[in-house]
Nanobody, 125 residues
Framework: VQLQASGGGLVQAGGSLRLSCAAS????????MGWFRQSPGKEREFVAS????????YYDDAVKGRFTISRDNAKNTVYLQMNNLKPEDTAVYYC???????????????????WGQGTQVTVSS
């Protein structure tokens, strides 16, 4: 499984961005997916996760109510809609996939097997 994240950029505080993550292979619909982020000098942190069918989602408190994770299994793609962005959201954002058959949401990096290359999100004040 290969993951390709895109959609990052520079945006003013209060603005919006939508990240996409395209997955290769035939197992996407059997895998829960997640988004993580990492800022300079900080550890990687969990952002959001979505189960295999998209019915169950889970968010970090810092983004709850502002970010929305979704997926389109027909397109092998997971999305992260980010609204009301804040300067503290500035980070490299990574998408991740759990091992095929691991269908439930998860908030720990160790629970994910495949990782994308990251896309930079910069929010100016």
């Amino acid at each position: 499984v290969q993951l390709q994240a895109s959609g990052g950029g520079l945006v003013q505080a209060g603005g919006s961005l939508r990240l996409s993550c395209a997955a290769s292979g035939r197992t996407f619909s059997t895998q829960a997916m997640g988004w993580f982020r990492q800022s300079p000098g900080k550890e990687r942190e969990f952002v959001a996760s979505i189960c295999w069918r998209g019915r169950d989602t889970y968010y970090d408190d810092a983004v709850k109510g502002r970010f929305t994770i979704s997926r389109d299994n027909a397109k092998n793609t997971v999305y992260l809609q980010m609204n009301n962005l804040k300067p503290e959201d500035t980070a490299v954002y990574y998408c991740a996939a759990r091992y095929p058959g691991r269908t439930d949401v998860a908030d720990k990096g160790l629970e994910y097997t495949y990782w994308g290359q990251g896309t930079q999100v910069t929010v100016s004040s």
